[in-house]
């Protein structure tokens, strides 16, 4: 499991053996943010995937 800090959001990502694919996990304080994410991207578009839901969850903040 790999962990990064972006923006106050912590990104973890781990692999699920039973359904064969990486778990993307956003997490702030209690909220967690899950996304399934497919073997065919690489760990840079993974990455970038996750920047971008965070700026969104970001912006969602801003708006509340």
């Given at each position: 499991?790999?962990k990064?800090?972006?923006?106050?959001?912590?990104?973890?990502?781990?692999?699920?053996?039973?359904?064969?694919?990486?778990?993307?996990?956003?997490?702030?304080?209690?909220?967690?943010?899950?996304?399934?994410?497919?073997?065919?991207l690489?760990l840079?578009?993974?990455?970038?995937?996750?920047?971008?839901?965070i700026?969104?969850?970001?912006?969602?903040?801003?708006?509340?």
């Amino acid at each position: 499991m790999s962990k990064i800090t972006f923006r106050g959001y912590r990104i973890n990502l781990r692999f699920v053996k039973s359904s064969d694919s990486w778990q993307l996990e956003l997490e702030k304080g209690d909220y967690i943010k899950t996304l399934r994410v497919g073997l065919n991207l690489t760990l840079s578009s993974i990455e970038d995937l996750a920047f971008k839901e965070i700026d969104k969850l970001i912006l969602e903040e801003t708006k509340a």
